[in-house]
């Protein structure tokens, strides 16, 4: 596999619109299962193109969100795109260019778009080989033949990918802001920038939480294995070659590491405030006996 950046339900295939429809959601038809992208080898190329994808809009059925939206693209016999609703896209038999222009005709339906320089991006070689075993050879994948269904398992593993490599970014950055803080916090642990700083890097860590959980499914097997249960060895194959489960119990630990450090700051933060309201508290206690002591003193003379 190779990074970068750019410069089941009821699945609905859907017909890529001609060029001068920009904009328009694409028209649906029943999807063939018995598709396959009849070329020896191709490229498969994952992109994050933002944080949601408008399946519905596009033409999707599927209520629960689990099931990709699968767009055929024309560009050659078979090609073919998978659209995942939290912003990954994953084309297959399509040249970079084609999936950037494809990308922008469904602009539109792209939630809070990330820039082309900002995209992750990974890309898988495929060859088809009745012949040979179904492995992964020098970051090339082999496959007895490039089923609909197969493709789709291989989708779902790189969708995850990018969007862990998103996340992953994101945490780094959590990391770099939140080190010289907790390092620092014994000298100077004020409260207002200090308590407002670890509130959002708190909450930036919890929403990634719940996106990589709740919006990727990332720890989750896709749908289509409950019907075709002899693919889950090539699923975990390619699951495997991506690092997914590695790669999320990292991300999760060092979610829960931020997690944990900017709650335990919080609370150090909240006890020095609350130190230093009962001191004033004391202050004004000693202050009231003494005044009342000179005031015993005047009266008396």
Known sequence: MRRGHLGDGDTVV????????????????????????SVPSFRAEAILAGAGIDLAALGSTDRTGA??????????????????????????????????????????????PFPAGERETEYLDIRVDAAGREAI????LVLADASREKLQLVADVMAKSVSLAHHEKGIERQFERIEPFAGNLAH???????????????????????????????DDSPELLWDHPELERLWARVRDEFEIRERFAALHGKLDLISRTAQT???????????????AIVGLIVFEIVLTLVQWAVNGR
């Open 137 to 140: 050879e020098h970051n090339t």
């Open 265 to 279: 700051a919080l609370e150090l933060l909240q006890n020095r405030r609350a130190l230093r309201v009962e001191w």
């Open 188 to 218: 100077w642990g004020r409260g207002g920038r200090a308590a407002r700083e670890l509130l959002h890097n708190l909450g930036a860590a919890l929403l990634a939480e719940h996106r990589v959980v709740a919006g990727t499914r990332v």
């Open 14 to 37: 859907a017909e890529a619109d001609d060029p001068s429809r920009a904009g328009e959601p694409p028209s649906g038809r029943a999807a063939d299962p018995a598709a396959t992208l």
């Open 67 to 112: 099931a990709p939206l699968i767009m055929e693209l024309g560009d050659r016999p078979g090609a073919v795109a998978f659209l995942f609703r939290y912003g990954a896209a994953v084309f297959f038999g399509v040249g970079p260019e084609a999936a950037v222009a494809h990308l922008r005709r469904i602009g539109p339906q792209i939630r809070q």
